[in-house]
């Protein structure tokens, strides 16, 4: 029904900054909170930066003042700008949307496939 891509991850030396971006497709009424999450191996799945549907966010202590995120409702878009980047950055990311498939249902909790964001020298 809703699908969620990625993009924007790869390989970066430590103080750099990467993008990432998540765009949303398919059955779509609406969108709440839109927001990233990262897992690092052998680590749980946790969060990173949200952002309301009235653009309040909230973000992880680890990355406050280093990542920013915004949307872009007119293309389903949420991103993640992230700078001052370090190794323990290191992980997948995976974005996250709350959906409203139909004014009928209940808004739904829906992920991306994950990118892989690596921080080294």
């Known amino acids: 029904q809703v699908q969620l891509v990625e993009s924007g991850g790869g390989l970066v030396q430590p103080g750099g900054s990467l993008r990432l971006s998540c765009a949303a497709s398919?059955?779509?009424?609406?969108?709440?909170?839109m927001g990233w999450y990262r897992q690092a191996p052998g680590k749980q799945r946790e969060l990173v930066a949200v952002?309301?549907?009235?653009?309040?966010?909230n973000y992880a202590d680890s990355v406050k003042g280093r990542f920013t995120i915004s949307r872009d409702n007119a293309k389903n878009t949420v991103y993640l700008q992230m700078n001052s980047l370090k190794p323990e950055d290191t992980a997948v990311y995976y974005c996250?949307?709350?959906?409203?498939?139909?004014?009928?249902?209940?808004?739904?909790?829906?992920w991306g496939q994950g990118t892989q964001v690596t921080v080294s020298s």
């Open positions: 996250n949307a709350a959906v409203r498939v139909s004014v009928d249902y209940r808004p739904s909790e829906f």
């Open positions: 398919g059955r779509i009424f609406s969108i709440y909170t």
């Open positions: 952002i309301t549907s009235g653009d309040v966010t």
